[in-house]
């Protein structure tokens, strides 16, 4: 069975600090994709970042920053030097290849951050 | 400007007043799907569409019944609905179907039923 771990429910930091959101997943296939996505106190959903299996290539946009590994099925989403503007919901989803467009989302991690 | 678009925004009803929650979306998408967002499960499909004409259920069909004649819309039908689909109701759509292309999410519909 897919499934999506983010054991962190809640985290709080304050500006300027580093953060680093969790995300663990099982799946048996060989093919597959992980999202990021953002749902901010508007209750929006916002897509940060799609990666698929075969690219374990970390990626940096601004101050956010992903690492993919597979050897340990984690997908952690670190923002650096984090804002007010940054506290929202993070969610962490995964896509089967052939399964329909179906995203299987974790509970997510609400993230506060305080000035 | 590309988007999805949901309508209404809030609804409160009562058991077993048919409703419709529509969805559309100007992208010329193949794949839309709705998703339903409670405290303690998380998102979780409801029913989804590859194309026109061709539907299927997610994960919680029941209760719930979807249409797609058009490429663009998508509708959400509620014959009688019930207090357990008290929730917060996001519509999804993406070119294909598939996790090679992001799903742009609708700004969701909160729907209480008492």
């Known amino acids: 069975a897919q499934k999506v771990t983010q054991a962190q429910t809640e985290i709080s930091v304050v500006e300027k600090e580093d953060v680093t959101l969790d995300c663990v997943y099982e799946t048996r296939d060989t093919t597959y994709y992980l999202f990021w996505y953002k749902q901010p106190p508007s209750g929006e959903l916002v897509f940060l970042i799609r990666r698929n299996s075969f690219d374990e290539q970390n990626e940096i946009s601004g101050r956010y920053s992903w690492n993919f590994q597979k050897s340990t099925s984690s997908f952690n989403f670190t923002i650096t030097a984090s804002q007010v503007v940054d506290s929202a919901v993070y969610f962490c989803a995964l896509s089967r290849y052939n399964q329909g467009g179906k995203l299987i989302f974790g509970q997510g991690t609400e993230l506060s951050v305080k000035p | 400007e590309a988007q999805v678009t949901q309508n209404p925004r809030y609804l409160i009803t009562v058991t077993g007043k048919k409703l419709t929650v529509t969805c559309s979306q100007n992208m010329n998408h193949e794949y839309m799907s709705w998703y339903r967002q409670d405290p303690g499960l998380g998102l979780r499909q409801i029913y989804y569409s590859m194309n026109v004409e061709v539907t299927d259920k997610g994960d919680v069909p029941e209760g719930y019944k979807v249409s797609r004649k058009e490429k663009r819309n998508f509708p959400l039908i509620l014959e009688s609905p019930s207090p357990n689909q008290t929730s917060l109701y996001f519509c999804?759509?993406?070119?294909?179907?598939?996790?090679?292309?992001?799903?742009?999410f609708g700004p969701g519909t909160r729907l209480t039923v008492t």
């Open positions: 999804a759509s993406s070119p294909q179907a598939g996790g090679l292309y992001e799903q742009y």
